[in-house]
């Protein structure tokens, strides 16, 4: 049962995550960059995030994977690349489960199989920034709607 979903706040999937876990009283949070640093800037302080000692994405990014069950990276493209594909290199790595879902035929099967296979409480939810995908934040949340119709 999905308790938490995290992020490292930053626009685009991040921050579409973190929107859809406030919108549907699902707590959340997860680590930033020190300052809380964002592509846009500052990130809002409507979001629960916390700062790591370092500037760099690598650190929140690796603190995220590190501190969930899970990490689920929602994307638009097949292929991954920057932050994202980092975060795939830092769970795998780690010994961590992850999923890469993006608009295909068989996206919805993965999900479901991803979630009913392995017992998350806590999910990393990454992707790329809004900057290089935009409109990722309607995917991100129809990805989410699905845990809901799954009542867990």
């Not at 995290?6 to 949070?29: E, F, K, N, P, Y």
């Not at 489960?97 to 999910?123: D, G, K, M």
């Not at 699905?146 to 009542?151: F, K, R």
Request: charged share 20%; proline share 4%.
């Amino acid at each position: 049962m999905i308790q938490k979903i995290i992020s490292g706040g930053q626009t685009g999937a991040d921050r579409a995550a973190l929107d859809w876990a406030i919108a549907h009283g699902v707590q959340h949070g997860g680590w930033c960059p020190a300052g809380r640093r964002a592509e846009d800037g500052v990130i809002p302080e409507r979001y629960s995030v916390q700062e790591t000692p370092s500037r760099r994405y690598q650190q929140r990014t690796q603190w995220n994977v590190r501190d969930s069950d899970a990490t689920m990276i929602i994307s638009l493209s097949a292929e991954l690349t920057g932050g994202s594909r980092a975060t795939q290199k830092w769970a795998n790595k780690m010994n961590r489960p992850c999923l890469h879902v993006y608009p295909c035929n068989e996206w919805h099967a993965q999900f479901l199989t991803f979630i009913q296979t392995h017992s998350i409480r806590i999910l990393n939810v990454a992707g790329p920034r809004l900057s290089g995908a935009a409109n990722i934040e309607q995917f991100v949340g129809e990805v989410l709607d699905e845990i809901l119709g799954l009542n867990i």
